[in-house]
């Protein structure tokens, strides 16, 4: 009875699916969040007739044959690399990426992680940092006495000084590209590290060679689609019940072959 062992890969797609879901319902506040997607491929077939042989009993060639499924299996959960909306914040170091393009952060074992969460902070040196307090790539640091800070759309960050009419640029922050952003490796806490999958960055000044720009003040929200996330929770809620009711009819099957006499 394959129904049993195919009913049960469906079921557990399914699960998988909401389990995936579950993940954007949560991170839809998340500050530049991309939703992910649980993508799926069916198993390996059981050819009891392979299209193309050759009937034996008149010599004729089989059009289709007989080619038996044995489920599904999930294929990736792949991340949806899209533009969130920006909500106004009008904090100084409050910066959005609009358009293409990670900021680059030094991870504490000295390797870079990449982000496009760009709520950076100030530490107790002057640092500019993330939420987590890693240093962003290059280093810039803001100088004690600096009345107000400001970030062009290149990047260039200029500290204003009481005492001086003119300001005095601190460093550019730059942007890193991905061949396939989808390949990068999620750490957590809003960061990526590359992988074989998404190549080497390419790092260089906001708007030049396809990447964005930034924007002081603001910050990329969640690219959840919460009504798109409930639909697809009943579709897949469905799926695994369907799935279920799979199941029991072939244990019915089962029951009905054991019983006859």
Do not use: C
């Not at 999620?186 to 924007?215: M, Y």
């Not at 003040?217 to 009943?234: H, K, N, P, Q, Y």
């Amino acid at each position: 009875m394959r129904a049993l062992d195919i009913a049960a890969t469906g079921m557990q797609a399914q699960q998988t699916r909401v389990e995936t879901i579950s993940n954007n319902l949560a991170n839809m506040s998340t500050t530049a969040y991309a939703p992910r997607r649980a993508e799926f491929a069916d198993l390996h077939y059981q050819q009891v007739r392979q299209p193309g042989a050759v009937n034996a009993a008149d010599g004729t060639v089989l059009p289709t044959g007989v080619q038996l499924g044995l489920g599904v299996r999930t294929a990736a959960v792949s991340m949806e690399v899209t533009q969130g909306s920006l909500r106004a914040t009008d904090a100084e170091l409050d910066i959005a990426i609009e358009g293409n393009g990670w900021l680059e952060i030094e991870l504490p074992n000295g390797t870079s992680g990449y982000t496009r969460d760009g709520g950076l902070k100030r530490n107790g040196e002057g640092q500019v940092v993330t939420s987590e307090g890693f240093p962003v790539v290059p280093g810039i640091t803001i100088p004690e006495d600096a009345r107000t800070i400001t970030i062009n759309a290149d990047g260039e960050v200029v500290a204003f000084f009481d005492d001086q009419p003119a300001g005095e640029v601190l460093g550019r922050l730059t942007l890193a590209t991905f061949v396939n952003e989808k390949g990068l490796e999620a750490i957590g806490g809003n960061l990526f590290r590359e992988t074989a999958a998404s190549g080497p960055p390419n790092i260089g000044d906001a708007g030049v060679d396809g990447r964005g720009t930034f924007r002081q003040g603001f910050l990329e929200e969640s690219g959840v689609d919460a009504v798109r996330e409930i639909t697809e929770l009943i579709e897949a809620q469905r799926g695994y019940e369907m799935n279920a009711k799979v199941i029991t009819a072939a244990d019915q099957m089962l029951g009905a072959t054991v019983q006859i006499r």
